[in-house]
């Protein structure tokens, strides 16, 4: 209101001007020569209209500001209203929530102080057949043994006290007897709770006398000299060990991430044997192919991994390790693996070689990974991609090729498309690259693909049937040729590892990269980071 303040005192002061208007009017008619046409009263009307006009629209104004005031207020205590009663529900369902949880360890807590501090030693009672009885002391395992039928067990986390329950006490017997081998067994024979068991290690890691000396043992094998290097692929059991080691050596990252003193648990003596075995591996990291890895190598992983579990990685060549980031560009560990080494500064190098190799949605993720978007457009790199796939998975047109040649053309740009759309998604660019025509490619595809398998179905022969008297079948048929396509493939001991993206690349092109532990194509400044203070984190559940 104030601002109208002024516009009712210009209004007001119409009469006084309307005055002055008149008196000038007066003085003009007395000097006039001739006779003028004009009545002082027409002007005097013409502007009191004007005056009544601009009155009426000014409290029209007035009204209408009023009003929307009114409704402001009314609006303002109705979200005021719910604002309240939202915080009011939420503080009731967190004390609810809470009021549950002292309940649950205050049980928790009863029942570990009538089941397990009734005295420092169980007396186990052992049957010796017709000789009696006798009495052996055994030691209370604090962490390990179960307090009843129905309670999972309990563990106390070092410090503060919280209770936390174990779904694997084995784990910590097995860490707590150094049983490296047990350890792997143990992995191996629960693989389908592996995201249980990935959570529970670092916890059952404390109450390893030598957190850092169990996982090295359990590096013993991750080479097997009776494996030839063709048959590494084919080999379930040796795969499944080598992500097992992986994986002990990301939980004692973890394990290290929460402990209070990082250089008790790795002493200089343990440092000095995790280089020896990565010396050891380094050669054996020379024949590996960029392209035949398809940036998926687990040799290389597990060597990066143990230089960043160890803190070691100082004591090698950075050009070196960032020639070794194209073979694991596609496991999810990747981006975290490369702050964790201080290769942060190396990887617009890095993408390039992705991106000249053909390898376009590595170089997107790592590019959104370390903010390099500007550098590298995703979009164009996406683009650049989908153009190769389709280049590469061209019609066949030869006269003699096969129908089973245009299936597999067919989906290797099926899988390419989903592997554009999953990238968009994720990392949300369906405004810059629309979905619509990757999607309608895709379903002309899928509805080809499906055509194609009913029509191969038709003309498979039909095994003969029984006569219809029943007795016998007729004439055996013995050339009609095998499919072996037919036959369900014999699952893997291991299931597929959950940190590969499910995506392909085309064959290898011409743009092969130079040996990976050569002379670097790239220079960068040099920058290392502290591995144990990057709080290095999980992105996927770890799974075989």
């Known amino acids: 209101m104030e601002e109208t303040d002024p516009v009712a005192t210009l209004i007001d002061s119409t009469t006084s001007k309307i005055q002055q208007l008149q008196k000038a009017f007066a003085e003009l008619e007395s000097y006039r020569a001739v006779t003028l046409n004009l009545k002082w009263k027409e002007l005097e009307e013409h502007f009191h209209g004007l005056e009544k006009s601009l009155k009426r629209r000014f409290h029209e104004l007035e009204d209408q500001e009023k009003e929307f005031e009114n409704k402001t207020m009314k609006a303002r205590e109705i979200l005021e209203k719910r604002e309240a009663a939202v915080f009011a529900k939420e503080q009731a369902s967190l004390q609810r929530l809470q009021e549950k949880r002292d309940a649950a360890a205050f049980a928790i807590v009863n029942a570990r102080e009538k089941y397990r501090k009734v005295s420092p030693k169980d007396l186990a009672v052992v049957s010796n057949g017709s000789q009696g009885t006798h009495v052996e002391e055994k030691p209370v395992d604090a962490v390990s043994n179960v307090t009843d039928g129905n309670l999972e067990d309990v563990k106390l986390s070092p410090g503060n006290g919280n209770v936390e329950l ?178 942060s500064e190396k990887m617009p190098g890095v993408i390039e070689v992705l991106v000249n190799s053909g390898r376009q949605i590595d170089a997107v993720n790592l590019a959104f990974a370390f903010g390099l978007t500007e550098q590298f457009s995703p979009v164009s790199l996406l683009k650049s991609y989908l153009k190769d796939a389709r280049k590469s998975c061209s019609p066949v047109k030869s006269v003699n090729s096969s129908p089973t040649a245009q299936i597999e053309v067919n989906e290797r740009e099926l899988i390419a ?110 920058s290392h980071g502290n591995y144990f203070g990057n709080g290095y984190q999980y992105q996927a559940t770890y799974l075989h």
């Open 166 to 343: 174990m779904s694997y006490p084995e784990l910590v017997k097995l860490c707590k007897e150094m049983d490296a081998a047990g350890l792997h067994k143990f992995i191996s024979d629960n693989r389908k709770n592996l995201a249980t068991i990935r959570e529970e290690i670092p916890h059952a890691l404390r109450a390893a006398p030598n957190a850092a000396h169990l996982v090295l043992d359990s590096l013993e094998g991750f080479y097997s000299m009776e494996v030839s290097s063709l048959d590494i692929k084919k080999d379930a059991n040796l795969l499944g060990l080598r992500r097992t080691c992986i994986m002990l050596m990301e939980c004692l990252s973890d394990f290290l991430t929460n402990s209070d003193c990082v250089s008790n648990v790795i002493s200089d003596d343990i440092k000095d044997r995790a280089k020896a075995i990565a010396e050891g591996w380094k050669p054996r990291l020379d024949a590996l192919d960029m392209d035949a890895s398809n940036g998926n190598s687990l040799e290389a992983h597990a060597f990066l991994q143990l230089l960043a579990s160890f803190d070691i990685a100082s004591g090698f060549n950075e050009e070196e390790l960032s020639r070794l980031i194209p073979v694991v560009s596609r496991r999810r560990q990747t981006a975290d693996l490369c702050r964790c080494l201080g290769l």
């Open 417 to 526: 498309l989903k592997a554009v759309i999953k990238c968009i998604e994720e990392h949300k660019l369906d405004e810059q690259y629309p979905l619509d025509p990757l999607m309608k490619r895709v379903a002309q595809l899928e509805k080809a693909k499906a055509d194609k398998k009913r029509e191969t179905e038709a003309t498979k022969p039909q095994p003969k049937r029984p006569r219809a008297n029943g007795v016998g079948y007729g004439p055996r048929v013995t050339n009609i040729p095998s499919d072996k396509t037919s036959y369900a493939r014999v699952a893997d001991r291991y299931p597929q590892y959950m940190y590969d993206r499910p995506y392909m690349y085309p064959g290898p092109t011409d743009n092969h990269c130079p040996p990976l532990l050569g002379t670097a194509t790239y220079n960068l400044s040099p």
